[in-house]
């Protein structure tokens, strides 16, 4: 079990990298990796919410709409549990970290619509896993999610300081940078986790 857990987690993190392998969460990847300090913050609000949502996906799906028959709702009754959990984490850091709140402006909504985190619980239900497999799933995920973001950050604030071509300053050196991540990450493809 316990092994099945690791692999699960290790894929996640590094080989089936939800950013950098399935290109799912660019939206926040891109806007939030200005700065690791909001980086970091938007980091943890996404492995919270991948996290808790697998917990409660899991047994939703399994429990009420498979049950029922009613499966087709998945994706509406998954973006609503989504939805729910990030506010909760809005309404949390409005009232525990307002800076950090603030510096995440738009893109902390912005979660709810975050397809890495719909895809970490539709994939946990098209790949059979268990609760457990799921809830490690959902965890690494997000700390792949974080890892990628916070390296991402930290490149585009090294990238402030060198001196870049006027024609690609900005968006578009990110966008290679994002590119070359994605190439050194499928490096890690060729390891067999056992």
Known sequence: MFDSLFTIAIAAVFINNFVLSRFLGLCPFMGVSRNISSAIGMGMAVIFVMTIASLVTWPLYHLVLHTYDITYLRTIVFILVIASLVQFVE??????????????GIFLPLITTNC???????LNIDDELSLIESLTQGFAAGVGFTLALVLMAGIRERLELARVPKIFEGVPIALICAGLMSIAFLGFAGFAVE
Request: aromatic share 4%; proline share 5%.
């Open 116 to 122: 890495a985190i719909l895809g970490v619980a539709m």
């Open 91 to 104: 309404m949390a850091l409005e009232k525990t970290a307002p800076a950090l709140y603030q510096a995440l």
